[in-house]
């Protein structure tokens, strides 16, 4: 790795380049609230163990009949009540009809990676669009799940956030994601059959504006069958943009799970434009927050940081980033997960040259904080989030 101390701006201003201006010229407005659109069906996995057996009394049932669904559709990850011979078959379409209605259908199935990477596009009972990209590893499979249909963060390098917001999904339908995820994982469509152990909310979507529905379903993913799916909180990471108030919140509900803030630059100046929620939340509030998180749950915030040539991967602000981690979340709680850009069809942002990518990483493990570069998985099928959605129209 190359680390020689290459000049640059001093700490705090920008960087001047033309790609720095046609991201403020092409600011989009903020949408905090999602418009409103009808919703899905109640579903299963909309309710708490309690509300299951509510539900299913007023239906004329025994309540022990809840936990029956509940054993199938998170333990065996089955939602087909006509393949649940242990309910008696005078009632399986009741209890279809009113708990297990289809929420999600898949549009476009794509694989890339020799297999190890499969990404869906679903369709939602009102025909809007989501994605979900299931990903195998030698050693665990990864599910990376949409939040909300389109994004209102408006980040102009972000596919998902030049889309604009559709609405939010339901609980039921981000968990049905996962379900899925965890179904064709145990089938073996990434080669050898696998258990589901990590789910990321870094698809379509900011997490944190949709909270009360994302907050539900990572309850359902971790609590234990038949409650939930049983997948740890430790395998569970919540991304933001960084929205103060709710991390704060989230902070409050003593979940265990990772918080990953979409940092992208350490400066302010060139924050506002890359990430424009920064204009309400400056970087110091963002990481004051984010140590909060830290300290209440005892778990490493994970810092995103999209590198994006001749924007943001400038040696300057390497060695800002990195000074900014350790001194304002110590360099115990705090990783930097680099992220090579992921370019869309017709965009003039582009990955940063390796080169300069190895320098960036070098300069913040210099800092003493930990950097690692994600990889890289599904180029070819249109992976980065929203380029299947921006390709289908309801």
């Not at 249909?149 to 981000?174: D, H």
């Not at 965890?182 to 909310?201: I, K, Q, Y």
Request: hydrophobic content about 40%; proline content about 7%; some cysteine.
């Amino acid at each position: 790795m190359s680390t020689s101390k290459t000049a640059g701006p001093a700490a705090g201003s920008g960087s001047g380049t033309a790609t720095e201006a046609r991201a403020a010229r092409a600011a989009l407005p903020l949408v905090f609230d999602a418009p409103r659109r009808a919703m899905p069906p109640a579903h299963l996995a909309d309710l708490s163990p309690e509300q299951r057996r509510a539900a299913v009394a007023e239906l004329g049932l025994p309540p022990f009949r809840a936990d029956q669904l509940s054993r199938h559709y998170f333990g065996r990850l089955e939602a087909d009540p006509a393949a649940m011979t242990d309910l008696p078959a005078a009632v399986r379409d009741r209890l279809r009809d009113a708990l297990l209605p289809p929420l999600v259908t898949s549009v476009t199935e794509l694989s890339c990676d020799d297999g190890a990477t499969r990404k869906t596009l679903w369709k939602a009972h009102d025909g809007i669009r989501a994605e979900s990209v299931l990903m195998g590893y030698p050693d665990r499979a990864t599910v990376c799940v949409s939040s909300q249909a389109g994004c209102g963060m408006a980040c102009p390098f972000c596919a998902t956030g030049q889309g604009g917001l559709r609405r939010n999904l339901s609980t039921g339908e981000i968990v049905e994601q996962v379900r899925q995820a965890a179904a064709a994982a145990r089938d073996g469509v990434l080669g050898e059959p696998t258990r589901l152990s990590n789910v990321v909310f870094m698809g379509m979507g900011e997490p944190l504006a949709n909270y009360k529905r994302v907050v539900d379903a990572v309850r359902r993913i971790t609590e234990p069958a038949p409650a939930g799916l049983g997948i740890s909180a430790r395998g569970v990471t919540v991304s933001t943009v960084g929205l103060v108030p709710a991390i704060d919140k989230l902070t409050a509900e003593g979940l265990a799970v990772t918080l990953a803030v979409s940092l992208h630059t350490p400066d302010d100046e060139l924050r506002d434009t890359l990430v424009p929620v920064n204009n309400r939340w400056k970087v110091a509030e963002v990481l004051a927050a984010a140590r909060r998180y830290a300290d209440a749950t005892g778990r490493r915030v994970s810092i995103e940081y999209a590198l994006i040539r001749e924007v943001n991967d400038q040696p300057w602000r390497a060695d800002l980033l990195g000074r900014m981690l350790r001194e304002q979340l110590s360099a115990r709680l705090v990783h930097v997960n680099l992220i090579p850009l992921n370019p869309t069809p017709g965009s003039e942002w582009d990955a940063s040259p390796l080169p300069v990518q190895e320098e960036f990483v070098a300069r913040v493990r210099a800092a003493g904080v930990a950097c690692t570069v994600r990889d890289t998985r599904g180029r070819e099928i249109a992976a980065a989030c929203g380029q299947l959605a921006a390709d289908s129209t309801p």
